[in-house]
């Protein structure tokens, strides 16, 4: 399938030649006021700056509608709803202005009810995400689960196209790494429209990282899938972390601090493991295309530390800073955590 399908959601256009999106999914109910509105505000604000380009929420109840609709316009990115079984909050989230609904018509019951949401998402020219999980099929004859879900998929695309409504997105999600990467290759050679990618499921940090960014990245590197999201029972942040890497790592997207550390060994005399964790956060939010290294000790330190656009080489208390190869600076260990980030913020 080589033609082009764009699809718009609040700000921002995905499809083939876009930008491949990360999303997340925030942890907890909305909040109940307008002070843990604000606050929530300042930590997507803070999610974007990492990496992440659209946030969803879980919509159980109506009574969330005024926080929504204020989240939704004081956003700086794009917001989804997420809507199980009752159609009339996806119809609630629509008019509180949400960007995309994320639907699946199969748990929505008659058809009635999701021609409604299809119109409503069409008048206030939104996106709805069809979102298939390998568990929630309907009961129909098939060669495959991949093919019961790429099948399933293309027939709800079909049912919304007669509605007039093409501004969709598909994501065909198992926990089974080789379903979720065959369901996506089937779809994505019978049609053009925009692929959300994930591993549903997919358990703590280092599972869920394993499992997603094997069935992720194998579809990134066929050219497969315009938004992800890496699932991790754990917190939202790193599952920015995980997919903004996990990009980079596949080099389609550039912005952002590379960080080369070194692992340690017998011979360190300066923590790189305490000090990266000390720095990390604040270098995940600094949108410059730079290599960072951080190395432990006299032996190789030095030598990596000059292949990196900064680093510093710890030699017991004495950290040495390095600009483009070159040392410019000698500060006590207390001081490297600032001298490191000045130096970045300064950097070309
Ligand atoms: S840089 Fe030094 S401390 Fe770090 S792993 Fe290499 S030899 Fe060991």
Redesign the pocket.
């Known amino acids: 399938m080589n033609d082009v399908h764009l699809v718009h959601i609040g700000n921002q256009t995905i499809g083939k030649g876009k930008p491949i999106l990360v999303q997340t999914m925030y942890d907890d109910s909305l909040p109940i006021d307008r002070k843990s509105a604000e606050e929530l505000l300042i930590r997507i604000g803070k999610l974007n700056m990492m990496g992440c380009d659209i946030i969803r929420f879980s919509y159980p109840s109506k009574n969330d509608h005024a926080v929504f609709k204020y989240l939704c316009k004081s956003s700086p990115i794009p917001i989804v709803a997420d809507i199980h079984f009752d159609h009339t909050l996806a119809l609630d989230a629509i008019e509180a202005g949400a960007h995309k609904i994320r639907i699946n018509p199969g748990t929505i019951g008659a058809r009635w009810k999701v021609d409604e949401v299809v119109r409503a998402a069409k008048d206030h020219d939104i996106a709805i995400r069809i979102g298939l999980n390998s568990g929630s099929l309907p009961r129909k004859e098939a060669s495959s689960p991949a093919k019961l879900m790429s099948d399933t998929a293309l027939e709800y695309l079909d049912w919304f196209e007669r509605l007039s409504f093409t501004n969709t997105v598909i994501s065909l999600k198992g926990s089974d790494t080789d379903l979720t990467i065959e369901a996506n290759r089937l779809f994505a050679k019978e049609s053009s429209y925009p692929i959300h990618l994930g591993v549903t499921e997919a358990g703590s940090v280092i599972s869920a990282v394993t499992r997603s960014t094997w069935a992720l990245g194998t579809l990134l590197s066929e050219g497969i899938g315009n938004t992800l999201r890496i699932s991790i029972t754990g917190e939202i942040e790193t599952e920015i972390q995980a997919g903004v890497e996990l990009l980079r790592t596949l080099g389609l997207r550039k912005k952002g601090i590379r960080v080369v550390s ?4 017998g ?2 005399t300066f923590d790189t493991m305490g000090f990266l964790a000390s720095v990390e956060e604040e270098l995940l939010t600094i949108d410059k295309d730079l290599t960072v290294a951080i ?3 006299q ?3 030095p030598g ?1 530390a000059k292949a990196a656009d900064v680093a510093v080489a710890g030699i017991g208390n004495a950290i040495f800073l390095y600009e483009k190869g070159v040392l410019s600076k000698k500060v006590k260990t207390e001081e490297a955590k600032d001298a490191l980030l000045e130096t970045i913020r300064n950097a070309e």
């Open positions: 070194c692992p340690r060994c011979r360190h190395m432990g000790c032996v190789n330190g990596e």
